[in-house]
């Protein structure tokens, strides 16, 4: 059996990895994930507050927006609770290559233009094999139209392409308004290859309070079906290298990922609370599964379910919609 993929240029063992987590913190677990199967090493973000804080030697202007990042593990903690500072971030991408023989991926996470360009070629020179750049971005602006919003990723995407020479992929949220026009743009942009998606760790409020509440949960396989839909199709028209991130919990998620386009699947939260080796189990029922079902290698399944090939392209279009509600029974 062929397990083998290609993602961002990068040959894997593989397409199962750990996602963006505080797995990547302690080298032991990111030992532990490697013996477990893992085929590279993502690492969590390098916020682009975290650049502006280093550099302007403050803090309010991160504790203004602690509802806006994805990573964020309730809320973003002060600078003395980060894990690592941009230099030491760094560093550790330094420690995870001598840690390891698979790849690291880097990861940075901003809006604006500044702080990404020198920090992206430092995760570079730092030893990183490809990164991810993640763009979770809440527009806010009734001023401001979409073109700009994606004008601004695409600029930024044009900028770290021309700074780096190692693969670079673009990490999206689902809620861009024409998203097999904007994934285009920005294969066109060099983006290497688009994850999908980010999750929006959504506020709640308190109502006795009147405040704010930071809130998170892991995902869910339910999750999933959002990655499916839009995986399916734009990977039938745009192309490029993808991943799935969010809602892969075992194996038929990831089977499910890779027939619909991906090269790659991520996973974190059910990780995180059945430990690095349920990520060996997952690798071993997914092989079996296309041994069982006499696939020959994982290329053999990918992207057999996307708009193009699958004997029913109006399930992932508005027909479907009509099907499920008139199909509904009281």
């Not at 990068?10 to 030992?31: C, F």
């Not at 053999?300 to 199909?327: H, S, V, W």
Request: charged fraction near 20%.
């Amino acid at each position: 059996m062929n397990l083998t993929t290609e993602y961002l240029g990068l040959k894997l063992k593989n397409p199962l990895m750990p996602g963006a987590s505080p797995m990547v913190d302690n080298l032991d677990m990111v030992r532990r994930l490697e013996d477990a199967g893992a085929s590279a090493i993502v690492m969590h973000s390098l916020f682009e507050e975290q650049i502006n804080m280093e550099d302007n030697a403050r803090l309010h202007h991160v504790e203004m927006h602690t509802e806006s990042y994805g990573e964020a593990l309730g809320y973003l903690p002060k600078a003395e609770d980060f894990p690592f500072v941009p230099d030491q971030y760094l560093d550790q991408i330094a420690r995870l290559k001598a840690a390891v023989s698979v790849p690291v991926i880097a990861s940075l996470n901003g809006v604006t233009i500044g702080g990404w360009i020198e920090y992206a070629k430092g995760m570079q020179q730092a030893g990183a094999d490809a990164m991810e750049l993640n763009f979770y971005e809440i527009p806010t602006d009734p001023e401001e139209p979409a073109l700009e919003v994606e004008n601004r990723a695409i600029e930024i995407l044009t900028l770290i392409k021309e700074n780096v020479s190692i693969p670079v992929a673009v990490k999206l949220s689902p809620f861009f308004s024409s998203l097999p026009h904007f994934a285009a743009a920005l294969a066109a942009a060099g983006a290497d290859g688009l994850i999908f998606f980010n999750r929006f760790y959504q506020p709640d409020i308190d109502i006795e309070e009147l405040a704010v509440q930071p809130s998170l949960q892991l995902s869910t396989p339910a999750e999933l079906r959002l990655r499916l839909r839009w995986l399916a199709i734009v990977s039938a028209t745009v192309n490029t290298s993808y991943a799935a991130s969010g809602g892969i919990h075992s194996a038929p998620d990831a089977l499910k990922a890779v027939s619909a386009g991906a090269h790659a699947v991520q996973m974190v939260s059910v990780l995180l609370k059945r430990g690095p080796e349920y990520l060996q189990t997952v690798l071993h029922e997914f092989e079996s599964w296309l041994d069982q079902h006499e696939y020959e290698s994982v290329a053999q399944l990918r992207g057999c379910m996307n708009l193009k090939k699958t004997p029913d392209p109006a399930a992932f279009e508005r027909a479907n919609y009509l099907r499920i509600l008139q199909g509904w029974r009281v």
